[in-house]
């Protein structure tokens, strides 16, 4: 299958919104988007664009500002917008990143290592631009066929293989109850590091 890529372009807000506990959060994706332009403090343009991303409930909602804003700006009113917070944080950290190792001097000012993209299954229908790239990976984006997907490396470089940012969570822990209440405390036992099992096993 292909897969159609679009890059942030400096003057669009991108969410992705995911199912809720109820289906689809759009409801108060709407609203807070509502409360940014009745109070003034987002300017957007008088058409928008909304495309279901795959699974039930989930979208893909862009939204064009009047003016052009900067990427830390944006990425903030995505996540105020409902975006996904995985996705706000990795965008903030890869933004960041590309400012920090320099890359923001010598690339384009939305291509900085392309901190802020959607991947869609289809090709946007009536969108007002192309897709960026595309990609005939053999399924959804996840972090073995990102690492080997020739669209991100084109887009991020040796980014792309290095797309976790805050480390893996461990399957199957169980995290038990924290004996201590305040005050110091061990970072391992918080942490539930193996001194935490040693812990709870009074060892
Ligand atoms: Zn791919």
Same mark, same amino acid.
């Given at each position: 299958m292909?897969?159609?890529?679009?890059?942030?372009?400096?003057?669009?807000?991108?969410?992705?919104?995911?199912?809720?506990?109820?289906?689809? #959060?759009? $409801?108060?994706?709407?609203?807070?988007?509502?409360?940014?332009?009745?109070?003034?403090?987002?300017?957007?343009r008088?058409?928008?664009f909304?495309?279901?991303?795959?699974?039930?409930?989930?979208y893909?909602?862009i939204i064009?500002?009047?003016?052009?804003?900067?990427?830390?700006r944006r990425?903030?009113?995505e996540?105020?917008?409902?975006?996904d917070?995985y996705?706000g944080?990795? &965008?903030l950290?890869?933004?960041?990143n590309? #400012?920090e190792?320099?890359?923001s001097l010598?690339?384009?000012?939305?291509?900085v290592g392309?901190?802020?993209?959607l991947?869609?299954?289809?090709?946007?229908?009536?969108?007002y631009?192309?897709?960026?790239?595309?990609c005939s990976c053999?399924?959804k984006? &996840?972090?073995?066929?990102?690492?080997?997907c020739p669209?991100a490396?084109?887009?991020? $470089?040796?980014e792309a293989? &290095?797309?976790?940012?805050f $480390?893996?969570?461990?399957k199957?822990?169980?995290?038990?109850k924290?004996?201590?209440?305040?005050?110091?405390?061990s970072?391992?036992?918080?942490?539930?590091s193996?001194?935490?099992?040693k812990?709870? &096993?009074?060892v």
């Amino acid at each position: 299958m292909i897969w159609y890529w679009y890059v942030t372009r400096p003057d669009e807000l991108m969410l992705d919104i995911d199912g809720g506990r109820g289906g689809s #959060i759009l $409801g108060a994706c709407r609203l807070r988007l509502e409360a940014a332009i009745r109070s003034g403090k987002l300017a957007v343009r008088d058409d928008m664009f909304l495309y279901r991303s795959g699974q039930p409930g989930h979208y893909h909602v862009i939204i064009r500002l009047k003016e052009p804003m900067s990427a830390w700006r944006r990425f903030i009113w995505e996540m105020q917008l409902r975006s996904d917070l995985y996705r706000g944080r990795c &965008n903030l950290m890869r933004y960041v990143n590309s #400012i920090e190792s320099g890359e923001s001097l010598t690339r384009g000012l939305y291509m900085v290592g392309a901190p802020a993209l959607l991947i869609s299954p289809k090709p946007w229908t009536g969108f007002y631009r192309e897709p960026d790239v595309d990609c005939s990976c053999p399924s959804k984006h &996840n972090f073995k066929v990102f690492s080997s997907c020739p669209a991100a490396r084109a887009l991020r $470089g040796k980014e792309a293989a &290095n797309e976790g940012y805050f $480390g893996e969570l461990l399957k199957g822990r169980i995290v038990p109850k924290l004996k201590v209440k305040e005050g110091r405390m061990s970072t391992a036992l918080f942490a539930y590091s193996e001194e935490a099992g040693k812990f709870d &096993n009074g060892v």
